[in-house]
């Protein structure tokens, strides 16, 4: 198992920027494929981005694609989640997640975006 932890949440307007960290701890980070997942409140968890083991490849849902990237730092243990033009959409909290095989099985306990219009 892997430990995971994010941070950098916060209140931000609309067109701004968020950048999310997610430190790992506690197995050899570069073992994972990792994702950030969102949930909003009143709806389901969503995928958000996703990010191969070495960072070579990645993948996004539609509503991200183009704002967001995912980019890991395996020396540093990290993956992260640059947030640009922000919308009130994008409010949620997120979560990282790790997987070793085809499902996402260590969480984060989630980080609040607030985006106000």
């Known amino acids: 198992q892997v430990q995971l932890a994010e941070s950098g949440g916060g209140l931000v307007q609309a067109g701004g920027s968020l950048r999310l960290s997610c430190a790992a701890s506690?197995?050899?980070?570069?073992?994972?494929?990792m994702a950030w997942f969102r949930q909003a409140p009143g709806k389901e968890r969503e995928f958000v981005a996703a990010?191969?083991?070495?960072?070579?490849?990645?993948g996004y849902a539609d509503s991200v694609k183009g704002r967001f990237t995912i980019s890991r730092d395996n020396a540093k243990t990290t993956v992260y989640l640059q947030m640009n033009s922000l919308k009130p959409e994008d409010t949620a909290v997120y979560y990282c997640?790790?997987?070793?095989?085809?499902?996402?099985?260590?969480w984060g306990q989630g980080t609040q975006v607030t985006v106000s219009s």
């Open positions: 990010i191969s083991r070495s960072g070579g490849t990645t």
């Open positions: 997640a790790g997987r070793r095989t085809s499902t996402y099985d260590n």
């Open positions: 506690g197995h050899p980070f570069s073992n994972y494929a």
